[in-house]
């Protein structure tokens, strides 16, 4: 049942007395704490079984609450927080030195976003806190969609969960450094790199997974093998279609994700997602899960379609770039019946 008032001033207490509580956002929900209170976000840690390298973003309520955990908010910062905010933009700038260490696990950097959900935004001013809030899942997994996920995965920890239903956009946020020259896109996501420079009125760099940024300033959430499902899964292309139908049929624990291609057939386990990038962002995560939860083996993802010159193409990236992390590609033997092999988790 979604957050009522009541629910939230109650979660304002759990978190003013160190506790951590899970929240709600556009993109998925997080698991929240004081950004002041290193104990608290110790804890964050640790629930999530995160390793320390990896720095959490700070969520406020606006620009004014973001000045408490920066040292310098450029026009940059500022001209994107206007555009953006709240919204699925989190803005890599120096940080506060304030603002306990462990935050940023140890980097000079701090990446704040103001989230666009009323229940969040409507805790943030209550509390009126800024709050740490990596993705409310344990590490390596996938993100949590709805209320329900993250009960799944924390609620025998004490951690308090405020409903506040499906996620909108469904993966997480564009990550932008404004602090490098150029600026760069770290993390790709419902904003893109092209929306970002229009905004900053210069071009803007992207850093895919596969070519790790130079200099001391690296997004672990970059590193390969991430969001995946427990199922071993796997992306084909359409010209591998007739073998993946072959070689499923008959076999309940595989699981095709499929966005185009299929019709439900006899015989194979479909889970069809909507066509659309937006719509196939908002529900991509709760499909995977639900794949695991149907004990698939295997999850076999056709690939989305990338490098058409369309407004769509900025976000299938996104979803391709979550995809790559969460699966890798059939081995070339596939057809001649190796599917028993597993990716590396
Ligand atoms: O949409 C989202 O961003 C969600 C919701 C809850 O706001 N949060 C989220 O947090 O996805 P998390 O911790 O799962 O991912 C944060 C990403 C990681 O890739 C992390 O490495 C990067 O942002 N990041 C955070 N702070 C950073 C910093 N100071 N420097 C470089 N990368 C940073
Ligand atoms: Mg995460």
Redesign the pocket.
Known sequence: MAATFVDIQYAANLLRRGEVVAFP?E????LGADAFNAQAIERVYELKGRPRH????V?VSGPEMARRVVREWSDAAAALSRRFWPG?L?I?VPRSRELPEIV??G?D???V?C?NHPVTLALLFELNRPLV????NLSGHV?PTDAQHVREAFADRGVQVLDGGACEAGI??T?VDVTSDPPRV??PGIISAAQIAEVLGRPVAETSGDQPVGGP??????LDRHYCPRAAAYVFDENEWPDVRRIAAGRGDMVILSHRLLRAEPGLRVIELPPDAAGYAAILYAALRDADRAGASTILIERPPTGRATDEDPLWMAITDRLSRAAIRLPDDWADGAATSRPIT
Do not use: C, D, F
């Open positions: 956002t993109t998925v929900y997080g990896n720095p959490l973003i969520h699925p989190s890599l940023t696990a980097s950097l701090v990446a976003r989230p809030g990596p993705s409310a993100s997480e946020s990550v770290l993390r300033l690296h997004s672990p959430g970059l």
